[in-house]
């Protein structure tokens, strides 16, 4: 090649600007610093490096291993024992008390050198230099210190190479070229513990698999529930495996008799609900399924029925909003009015036991709005809820049973506008039957950003996600439009409230977005935009690994969503079919 064409490369590789200062390195828009370990204790326990190798922050690592000659090593041992007894000898002449620090010295030389006579432990040079990266020198200064905190609780000292930077930073690019030449004289055995290194492990006693480790083969293994709270979230672009992961869940879940809740947007589900026997409940505005809106929730022992009463009229009126769209604060008083004395003619009121009650109809509601002064736009609104085109989806009592172990409402024959509708309507009915019996259950909501784009469902979401704790009750939110999930402060408290983030292949237009939301360095961005299906990112409170999302041959055949795959299961059943017969 060319040499002129060889400097063109060097030319366009090279950074816009190198700059080299005292205690920091400047290159293009980043700031680099270096530091080596300068001093170690006595002893250096096991993977005492690993809170460095998983610090959530950009670095290089450099570490020389240099052996030295075994007896060169034991002549200079020998010596440095001469000189401590003599020293000893000279203290115990003198009559002064005897120092445990000598004394410690000189028994650790003897034991050494017994050691390297037999050929059982080797004598090394070792130097670790770590450069660090950040926007700004303020931030490197944070970095450097909280990189020192966590080795000098462990007793290891490291220290800047001021005035040596440009060596530094030479010595850890991947050149194995130590230009700072800083090193410590160890044996092997605390040499070994920088070995391996050890990222962070996400297994417990207890749980469920969710997959493999990436960083080190180790198992995804826990227990959603032991957390400080059960809810999770999950991000990415259609075919990323968001559904194939949550539906993996589910199965493994299923073993251990947690109910689980689904709400279907797309019908994904249906297959395995059918396959492992439970019950899959379709809404539509013609279907013979059910849920009437006016339902009341039963109080528990603990709770004042007035409070579930009220509490459950402010829900109703959430419903009605997207329903109405907009309201003044005179037709947010009269809904009030309205829904209270439409309970009233079924004898239910705050103050009576309505745990066996008959709930009123929308249709009643509408009758009590008609005979109210100022609600006659209301019941304009209402009526094709009641008696129009919509009537037969919300204007009939409650015929769907929540007693399956898996039930999984299905709202993809709905139409678009009622989607939210819908969906509000199902999570309502749900979060009044989970009040009822304490029990251990996961509600998942896939596509949430439906119920998101509207402020009452984004608020009512929000609210299972903070409330469902008390209930023994596990949030899922599955999005694939982020920025529509996180455009909303609702969203962001949902994310706040889940101890689970799981981030799948992602698109180029939500990954900016979950790059400065979930602080993501620039590797991790453009791994979830290259990431394969069922790859992604794991979050689990502070610690965050790479993790694939593995399943057995049976399990994929029941949880897939390959169309594909499906219709390949199709074609073998209509086959066995065929030879049963």
């Known amino acids: 090649m060319p040499e002129e064409q060889i400097k063109k490369i060097g030319d366009l590789l090279a950074p816009s600007a190198f700059s080299v200062s005292p205690n920091y390195i400047q290159i293009g828009g980043k700031f680099a610093r270096t530091v080596f370990l300068a001093t170690y204790p006595r002893y250096l326990h096991t993977s005492w490096f690993s809170p460095i190798i998983n610090l959530d922050q950009v670095f290089d690592i450099s570490i020389f291993v240099l052996p030295k000659n075994t007896a060169a090593v034991l002549k200079q041992l020998r010596d440095q024992l001469a000189r401590l007894q003599s020293q000893a000898m000279e203290e115990s002449a003198q009559s002064k008390v005897r120092d445990p620090i000598l004394e410690t010295a000189m028994e650790d030389i003897e034991l050494l050198r017994d050691r390297l006579q037999q050929g059982t432990d080797k004598f090394f040079e070792l130097g670790v230099y770590i450069t660090f990266y950040a926007d700004s020198a303020k931030e490197l200064d944070e970095t450097e210190n909280k990189l020192k905190g966590l080795l000098e609780y462990q007793l290891v000292f490291a220290k800047p190479a001021t005035f040596r930077m440009g060596e530094g930073f030479n010595s850890t690019l991947p050149f194995n070229d130590d230009r700072l030449n800083v090193h410590t004289s160890l044996n092997t055995e605390p040499l070994s513990s920088l070995f391996p290194f050890v990222s962070f492990d996400l297994t417990s006693n207890s749980g469920i698999l969710y997959g493999i480790n990436t960083h080190n083969n180790s198992l995804v293994l826990f227990d959603r529930f032991s957390l400080e709270n059960a809810n999770a979230v999950v991000f990415g672009k259609s075919g990323g495996g968001k559904s194939y992961t949550v539906k993996l869940e589910i199965l493994r879940s299923l073993i251990f008799g947690t109910q689980i809740i689904v709400i279907d947007p797309e019908n994904e589900y249906k297959y395995l609900s059918d396959t492992v026997g439970g019950s899959s409940i379709k809404i539509s505005i013609n279907s013979d399924q059910h849920i009437n809106p006016l339902d009341l929730p039963t109080p528990r022992p603990d709770e004042n029925p007035a409070d579930v009463f009220k509490s459950h009229i402010l829900d109703l009126t959430g419903f009605l909003r997207l329903l109405f769209g907009d309201l003044t604060p005179e037709e947010t008083a009269i809904l009030d009015e309205a829904l209270i004395q439409t309970y009233a003619l079924k004898d239910i009121s705050p103050d009576s036991d309505f745990a066996n009650a008959e709930p009123p109809l929308l249709s009643d509601f509408q009758n009590i709005l008609n005979g109210l002064a100022g609600a006659e736009s209301l019941a304009i609104r209402l ?189 073998a059943k209509d086959e066995w079919a065929k030879l049963a017969s």
Request: glycine share 6%.
């Open 383 to 571: 009526k094709k809820y009641t008696q129009g085109t919509f009537a037969g989806f919300l204007n009939r009592p409650t015929n769907v049973a929540l007693d399956n172990q898996l039930v999984v409402f299905g709202i993809r024959d709905m139409e678009d506008e009622l989607r939210p509708i819908a969906m509000y309507l199902i999570l309502n009915h749900i979060w009044t039957r989970i009040r009822r019996e304490l029990k251990k259950r996961i509600l998942i909501v896939d596509e949430a950003w439906w119920l998101m784009k509207y402020p009452i469902g984004a608020e009512f979401l929000f609210g299972i996600a903070k409330r469902g704790r008390k209930y023994y009750l596990g949030l899922t939110t599955i999005s694939q439009d982020i920025p529509d999930f996180l455009g909303a402060s609702q969203g962001k408290a949902i994310l706040s409230n889940s101890s689970v983030q799981i981030l799948m292949r992602q698109s180029t237009s939500a990954i900016d977005i979950l790059q400065e939301t979930f602080k993501l360095t620039d590797a991790e961005k453009y791994y979830l935009l290259e990431a394969r299906v069922g790859f992604g990112l794991f979050f689990l409170g502070q610690s965050h690994i790479g993790i694939r999302v593995l399943a057995s041959y049976a399990e994929d055949q029941i949880i897939t969503s390959d169309p594909r795959q499906l219709l390949e299961i199709e074609k």
